[in-house]
């Protein structure tokens, strides 16, 4: 068994169906994830006996660092590799007052949105819950004590609403007093849409929400992101004025991939914000980040410069996202894996940052 797979309130039952006592839950999270011990011999306020069944019976690793490469921008990229030989990629965005842990929860993505690499690369698994937390322990430690991580976005590789329940239990890990401690809000997780999922995963705690828009109509949208025919832009923006955990909280973000031709008209521009009213929006801009499995490209700044002005027009709340470590890959869309294994086939990822 993986330690890490289970929440502290999770790993209190399967210690109690083990005759252990549950607050012994709350002193191994204690060791693991807010002093980051993981060896158990070293978890000294443990007895003999609970040291010797965890050492004999659990698991405490998820992945192994591969390989680790720093932007003059400070940017760190890690390539993380799991037990059956699969990788993910994880990417620390260091800024002035945070420092913001990017992660993967699947290795690949069945959900093939045309200009995203991770599309292009088929999916191959859902990663667990150890391997999602793993991601964080391993880029703490590459950042070291004197940059801790402030911040968590799931923005990596996959889509974090179809392997809902591994992402919700490491939220509870992260979110735990025990644990990370991290403050809800200081957690974002980035998804398509998957209508059905949406409740559920802002039932969690009072995370951030972020939601690839990436068009303005449905025939557009179809074409970026095919989950679209499922879920079409008034079945997705209606659930997300129906619930109250979205206008109980602060903004939505909305996340636009400017692409050239696509979706950079000022027609689009004008039908953003009445497309978002009644929703507490956001819109975070992002040019395409050109790669070579898409022939899609971003706009010319005059035009990015030209969108962004009609939509301020427009009243909209808007951000323009910057590039991080375009020099080592890791900027939006530009990080991919280049050989090796994992389910059979070779791996080309991406992410976001
Ligand atoms: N599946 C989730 C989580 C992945 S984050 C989701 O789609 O939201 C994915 C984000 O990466 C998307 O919002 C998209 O804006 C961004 N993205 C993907 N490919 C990109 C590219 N080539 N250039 C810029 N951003 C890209």
Known sequence: MQLKDHSVQALREVFAARGVERWRADQVAGWLYARGVEEVAAMTDLSRELREELADSWEVRALEVEHEQHSVDGTLKAVLRAADGARVEAVAIPEEARNTVCLSTQVGCPLACSFCATGALGFTRNLSTA??????????????????????????????????????????????????????????????????????????????????LHATTDAVRDSLVPLNRRFPLDVLLGELRRLDTVNRRRPVFFEYTLIAGVNDSLADARRLPALLRGIPAKLNLIPMNAHARSGLRPPDGARIDRFLRELAAGGLRVTLRRSRGPDIQAACGQLALHSGRDGGRSARGRLRV
């Open 131 to 212: 391997e999602i937390v793993d991601q964080l322990c391993r880029m703490r430690e590459l950042c070291g004590p004197e940059r801790p991580v402030t911040n968590l976005v799931f923005m990596g590789m996959g889509e974090p609403l179809l392997n809902l329940p591994a992402v919700l239990e490491a939220i509870r890990l992260f979110v735990h007093p025990k644990a990370f401690g991290l403050a809800p809000r200081r957690i974002t997780v980035s998804t398509v849409g998957v209508v059905p999922k949406l409740g559920e995963l802002l039932d969690v705690a009072p995370i951030h929400l972020a939601v690839s």
